[in-house]
């Protein structure tokens, strides 16, 4: 059973009179353990793609089913129990608290899950070393460059060990040694803890670590709909 499959999906977001078609009939299939790169222009649809992934927002038509359960059954609740539990998320405009320190905004996701406020912060130390944030963990996010902001938003992500992350162009905003980093931190979860892994990018830098490509243009997965 693959973990995301979609088929025919398409999204319209309504702006007043207009109508935007941001996906336009797209059959996806992505099992477990795939690492997975969402490739392809401005608005061609990959932010609108991320968040039907992580069932944040839903398609207009077509059938979504996620580990098997068509999203269209899935309660409010249920759907914030699958995230919570499963998906950790990079979002593209980070989505960080102001008012919490780096370290804090890492802790979050775990003491909303009830871990013990020295725990949390015992993993949240851990995955800020791992982006290279040690000596900035004390910092909020005003004070802190886009980059290091981005990496903040990493560790958060992975905090939960999450067995799905959903990141929104990842590395944006990094130096070609950040980003680097980043991708081999996230390759290394992917092969070590089995992590899941489905980014966007247009970044070329990255392209030639990842093991498949999805290709989306103007709505339309153009290239690597299918697993080969
Ligand atoms: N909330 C929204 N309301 C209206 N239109 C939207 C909304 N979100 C996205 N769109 C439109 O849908 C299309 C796809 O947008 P989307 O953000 O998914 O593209 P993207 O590939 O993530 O682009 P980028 O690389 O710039 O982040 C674009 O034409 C965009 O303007
Ligand atoms: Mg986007």
């Known amino acids: 059973m693959a973990l995301i499959d979609m088929k025919n999906i398409t999204k319209d977001y309504?702006?007043?009179?207009?109508?935007?078609?941001?996906?336009?009939?797209?059959?996806?299939?992505?099992?477990k353990k795939e690492f997975v790169a969402i490739w392809g222009p401005s608005g061609s649809g990959k932010t609108t793609l991320l968040n039907l992934i992580g069932a944040i927002d839903e398609p207009t038509t077509g059938e979504l089913a996620i580990a098997g359960k068509d999203v269209r059954t899935l309660s409010d609740?249920?759907?914030s129990?699958?995230?919570?539990?499963?998906?950790?998320?990079?979002?593209?405009?980070?989505?960080?608290?102001?008012?919490?320190?780096?370290?804090?905004?890492?802790?979050?996701?775990?003491?909303?899950k009830g871990a013990s406020t020295a725990e949390a912060r015992k993993q949240a130390l851990g995955r800020l070393e791992e982006v290279g944030l040690s000596d900035l963990i004390h910092?909020?996010?005003a004070k802190m460059s886009g980059g290091q902001q981005q990496r903040v938003s990493i560790a958060r992500a992975l905090v939960n060990d999450p067995s799905l992350v959903i990141a929104d162009e990842p590395t944006a905003n990094l130096d070609s040694e950040t980003?680097?980093?980043?991708?081999?931190?996230?390759?290394?979860?992917?092969?070590?803890d089995h992590t899941t892994f489905i980014f966007s990018t247009h970044d070329q830098r990255l392209l030639d670590r990842v093991k498949r490509l999805v290709r989306l243009e103007d709505g339309k997965i153009v290239n690597g709909g299918q697993k080969q």
């Open 14 to 31: 309504h702006l007043g009179e207009t109508v935007v078609h941001a996906l336009r009939g797209v059959d996806l299939q992505i099992d």
């Open 77 to 79: 609740n249920q759907k």
């Open 81 to 112: 129990a699958h995230r919570n539990e499963q998906i950790g998320f990079v979002f593209q405009g980070f989505n960080l608290v102001p008012v919490l320190s780096a370290l804090e905004n890492v802790m979050l996701p775990l003491q909303i």
């Open 139 to 141: 910092n909020r996010p």
């Open 179 to 192: 980003a680097h980093m980043i991708i081999d931190l996230m390759r290394e979860l992917n092969q070590k």
